[in-house]
């Protein structure tokens, strides 16, 4: 799960992202749990929920 950005120009303000960045989520699911590790940037929130 992920959504892409191509606005991004920066990775931490510092070296250039010619392309933009994929913000990826990783779902682990477990026998008891379920858990989603490292989401997206806010701006992007409603994409990423909506996928």
Known sequence: ?????????LFE????L???VSYNSY????QDM???ID???V????IY???
């Open 13 to 16: 303000g510092m070296w250039p």
């Open 1 to 9: 799960m992920g959504v892409n950005d191509r606005n991004k120009t």
């Open 43 to 46: 701006c992007y929130f409603e």
């Open 49 to 51: 929920l909506r996928k």
């Open 27 to 30: 779902l682990i699911d477990d």
């Open 34 to 36: 379920v858990a989603l």
């Open 39 to 41: 989401t997206v940037d």
């Open 18 to 20: 010619p392309y933009g």
